[in-house]
């Protein structure tokens, strides 16, 4: 299998621009833009040890008869800060390989293998008759974009306190 670069930004929406937590001054802005996820996390007060942002990505893998609905959640911290410190930066979704990447295997894979497979990647794969499966275009690398769900979380001292959902898809 052949995995190339694709050079599309996605959009990114934001459900929630502002994230605060109650009982301390801490609070974070988020906004899209076109390079992504712009945010910026302020702690002008006191009484907490450290503030933080961190993005869950929640990818939902599928169903099984035996645990029902599958999901695979990872934690990317984006900020932490101090009393008295802020910070800004911007989070990009990891996009297709840098470089063409071929994936070689030992045995004879049939089609519904191969499509598997691919789907399991993340890849939108289209069955087309008599021409057969082709892969739907999709800048996104394995683990972001298609099935997964963002969330930015605010946390203070290691707890949430607020949280907004952000959406990451491709446009077409």
């Known amino acids: 299998m052949l995995f190339t670069p694709i050079d599309v930004n996605p959009r990114i929406d934001v459900l929630k621009p502002l994230l605060v937590a109650g009982e301390a001054s801490v609070s974070a802005s988020l906004s899209a833009g076109q390079e992504g996820l712009r945010y910026s996390l302020n702690a002008y007060g006191s009484g907490f040890r450290r ?17 029902g609905l599958e999901r695979v959640t990872v934690k990317q911290k984006l900020a932490e800060v101090k009393p008295g410190e802020n910070t ?82 491709l446009v077409e």
């Open 88 to 169: 800004q930066s911007t989070w990009t979704p990891s996009r297709g390989p840098s470089e063409p990447m071929l994936v070689i295997m030992r045995s004879i894979l049939f089609l519904k293998d191969i499509t598997a497979i691919l789907q399991a990647l993340g890849c939108g794969v289209r069955n087309k008759p008599l021409l057969g499966p082709s892969i739907t275009p999709n800048p996104f690398t394995i683990g972001d974009g298609g099935p997964t769900e963002y969330r930015v979380r605010l946390t203070l001292n290691g707890r949430t306190v607020d949280e907004a959902e952000v959406k990451v898809f």
């Open 51 to 67: 503030g933080g942002l961190e993005l869950v990505k929640r990818i939902n893998t599928g169903t099984s008869l035996t645990h």
